[in-house]
């Protein structure tokens, strides 16, 4: 199953998303993160928090959501600007999921709290993964239906 991280610049959240899922992803789950209006560069805070926790950072790169590798099945996105655009038409058919996270790549103050914005994104981010890999996969990803409920709440998860 193909899983889509879907943010607008592709920078940050949906990098750390998709980098993360694939570090968590048993066999046969794979993520990709694509933005609506790629920023074309990878945001280093992002990279740098990713090699932090001891997940591989080669490879990923800021790209639009009209090059993907795959076809998704579930796109995830993590950013409301993302959640209210209109997908292309390829991507109509796909189980749709919103879990909204904070751009840290608009943080300011000291670099303290701007690296604390990127750790929060973060742990959002894995909690969700975490509880995502923890759901009967193999049964739900045969009811979307169900499978779209879990991960609707799954949204709500906050460290």
Known sequence: MNVLF???????????????FNHLAP??????????KPTCKVHPRSLTLLASEGIATEGYYSKSWE???AAPDIVI???ASAAGETCPAYLAPVLR???????PAHATGTDEEIDAAFIKAYRI???RIEAFFALNLDE???DKT??????????????
């Open 125 to 127: 981010l894995r909690a």
């Open 6 to 20: 879907l943010c607008t610049g592709n920078s940050c959240r949906s990098i750390l998303g998709e980098a993360t």
């Open 97 to 103: 999921t919103h879990w909204g996270v904070e751009d």
């Open 140 to 142: 739900l990803k045969h």
């Open 77 to 79: 996105t993590v950013c």
């Open 67 to 69: 090059n993907l590798p």
């Open 27 to 36: 066999t046969g789950w794979r993520a990709m993160s694509a933005g609506s």
């Open 146 to 159: 169900a499978l779209k409920t879990e991960m609707d709440k799954i949204a709500n998860i906050v460290t």
